[in-house]
C-alpha cells in the first residue's frame, strides 16, 4: 500500500512539473493575484471517497475558498456537509480542511489537512443486525493528490485521502476495525 501511495505522489508531482513546461496555461498566475487576474477565488464541488475493503464511504458537497493566492502556490479552506455515508448505517457530518497547492498553471500537486466530524444517526452493526445508539464521531482527514482548477472552469480533483480517527470510532461498528481509514477521493465541481 506505502508503495502505491508513493508511485500515486511520484506521479502527481511529475505530472504537475511537466505539464508547467510545456504550457498548458498560456496565462500562469502573476506574482501579485489579484482578485480581477486568474486566481480561483471560490470552488463548489462535489467530492466521493471510497475505501475499498468493506466499501465504506463518504459523499460530501463542498466550498472550496482561496486565502493566499501566489504565483507557485495557493492555500485555502475547504468547508462542506457529509450526506450520505454507508450501506446500513447512516451519517451527516461537516468536514473543514486548509490545502497547500503547488504549481503555476491550473493542474497542481495538492496537500491538505484537517477534521471531520461526523454524527450517525442510524448505527447499524453488520455482526448482530442490530441499530446501535446514535453517536458522534471525530476524525483526522489528509488529502494527497491533483487538482485541476481554472476561474469559471469545471474543478477536479484526484487523490489519496486517509481519514485517522480521534474520538469514539469503537463505538460504530463499520468504523471499529481500525483507526486508519485509506480512502481514494474524486471531486467534480465547478471554480468562479
Known amino acids: 500500500m506505502k508503495k502505491l501511495i508513493l508511485l500515486c505522489c511520484l506521479f502527481a508531482i511529475s505530472f504537475t512539473v511537466f505539464s508547467q513546461q510545456d504550457g498548458l496555461d498560456p496565462r500562469p498566475r502573476p506574482k501579485n493575484c489579484e482578485t480581477e487576474n486568474i486566481c480561483p477565488r471560490n470552488s ?11 466499501m465504506f464511504g463518504l459523499v460530501s458537497l463542498n466550498w472550496d475558498h482561496t486565502l493566499v493566492c501566489r504565483e507557485k502556490y495557493l492555500l485555502s479552506f475547504i468547508l462542506g456537509a457529509d450526506f450520505y455515508s454507508f450501506k446500513k448505517p447512516k451519517a451527516a457530518g461537516i468536514p473543514l480542511s486548509l490545502n497547500l497547492m503547488i504549481g503555476g498553471g491550473p493542474l497542481m500537486f495538492e496537500l491538505g489537512l484537517g477534521v471531520n466530524y461526523l454524527y450517525f444517526y442510524k448505527n447499524y452493526d453488520e455482526t448482530t443486525k442490530l441499530t446501535d445508539p446514535k453517536e458522534s464521531y471525530l476524525g483526522m482527514i489528509g488529502n494527497v493528490g491533483v487538482r485541476y482548477e481554472m476561474l469559471h472552469n469545471i474543478f477536479l480533483r ?3 485521502t486517509p481519514m485517522y480517527s480521534l474520538m469514539n470510532y469503537k463505538s460504530i461498528p463499520i468504523l471499529a476495525s481500525k483507526k486508519l481509514n485509506n480512502m481514494f477521493g474524486l471531486s467534480v465541481g465547478y471554480t468562479f
Do not use: S
Open 44 to 54: 463548489l464541488f462535489l467530492e466521493g471517497n471510497v475505501r475499498i475493503k468493506n
Open 158 to 160: 484526484l487523490g489519496y
